[in-house]
């Protein structure tokens, strides 16, 4: 672990501050949103849009550093995060906020996908699980701290827009320092969705649900903590149990998927998800102690953590070991369609009904899926245990971080090149 942690410390301290960074506007927008009294349909709108640019950036950043370079890409992609993150501050029009949503969901991707193809690249074989793990606790940590930070400034200022743009600025300097030149990376082929889907119609539909159902709370989490009229701090940690709890629950749920039916854990994780958001909408209406709210959440998370992580693993089942990273870059485009979507039709339901009809939505897209799960049971007989590929925390960054996934193949030695274009 120490050997593995040393080769790629670096590259995590800057994916550190990069997360950090953007895990405070994603909370503080919401909020500032709130406070000037936005309708919860065009906050919806406003933060649906990052995950529209993240899926552009998924389809079209690889590109953009193949022809530029990893250290170019990554500087004008942290570049252009850290400006909207100021201009924020600058300019309070909704139209605006979403334009430049949609530009920092594009570069979150694009520097996601640098930072990851660097730490493939820095890591042998026999370290890929251990850095890929590291990676997750560094992401899981970063986020949460960065919904803490939206405490040390006044949110109608321009000081939490300021530390925001600060922190992405600041990960250009451990990540462009490294010593290993960028590798140039090439094309990571996604397999068709027609593929994907018949190969494993439960994971492509349940990866669908888990943008619906994640895109949906962490967008728009924070508007209905704030309808509670409860202080920053106090939403603060109703968004950050949360991603605790992702963090926490990963290991148990990873057990029990590896010694019984998979799809049996996956219905318990969304009768779960289901039971915990009945509970947070009941509350929502009728007034709840924090105590109540934090529990609930706490499970809500943890079961929106592990159910990607689920379905990749149900798909993995059905797929060939050297066809998995371009299944997972399938399915990470299918996850983002669902998060951009989730969302707007959130926020609809929100602005009809009051906001604590979010988790009403959230109840009916994880019942949803609780009944096709149980469909897909009784169509195909379960794999023995032995047969089913292993259990493993991921997080929806991009296809490349997939080839740290010991389930799957090396990335082949052609696949990088030792001279990085962009430092010519």
Known sequence: ???????????????????????????????????????????GVVMSAFYLGFMLGSIAGQGIIRRVGHIRAFAA???????????????????????????????????????????????????????????LVTSYLASLLGQLLVNTYEIEG????????????????????????????????????????????LGVITTWGAGMLSGAFYAL???????????????SLFMGVPIFGGMVLQWPIGRLSDRYDRRTVLLGVLVTCVA?????????????????????SVFLGGA???????????AFDYVDRADMVGASGGLLLVWAIGATIGPLIASFVMGRFAAPALFIYLAVVASALVVFTLYRMLRRQALPTSEQTNYVSMQTTSAIA???????????????????????
């Open 77 to 135: 992609f942290a570049a252009l995060a850290t400006a909207t993150s100021l201009v924020h501050a600058l300019v309070f029009d909704v139209t605006v906020w979403a334009i430049l949503r949609a530009i920092s969901g594009f570069c979150m991707a694009a520097l996601y996908a640098t930072i990851e193809s660097w730490l493939n690249v820095k890591s042998s074989n026999d370290h890929r699980g251990q850095v890929l793990s590291i990676y």
């Open 158 to 201: 321009l000081g939490l827009f300021c530390l925001g743009a600060v922190l992405m600025a600041l990960s250009l300097v451990p990540v462009v320092l490294t010593r290993v030149a960028g590798p140039e990376i090439g094309a990571v082929k996604r397999l068709g969705l027609r593929v994907l889907y018949k190969a494993s119609p």
């Open 276 to 296: 915990a958001s009945v509970v947070l909408s009941f509350f929502g209406y009728g007034g709840a102690s924090l105590p109540t709210l934090l529990v609930a």
């Open 221 to 235: 989490g924070a508007i209905y903590a704030d309808s509670l009229d409860l202080s920053i701090w106090q939403i």
């Open 402 to 424: 997939n080839a740290l996934d010991p389930r799957t193949d090396p990335l082949p030695e052609f696949y990088y090149n030792d001279e990085d274009p962009g430092d010519r």
């Open 304 to 314: 929106l953590a592990t159910i990607y992580p689920l379905a990749v693993a149900q």
């Open 1 to 43: 672990m120490i050997i593995a942690l040393r080769a790629v410390f670096s590259l995590l301290f800057g994916a550190g501050l990069l997360i950090l960074g953007n895990g405070l506007i994603g909370i503080l927008l919401p909020i500032r949103l709130g406070v000037e009294e936005v309708s919860p349909h065009l906050s």
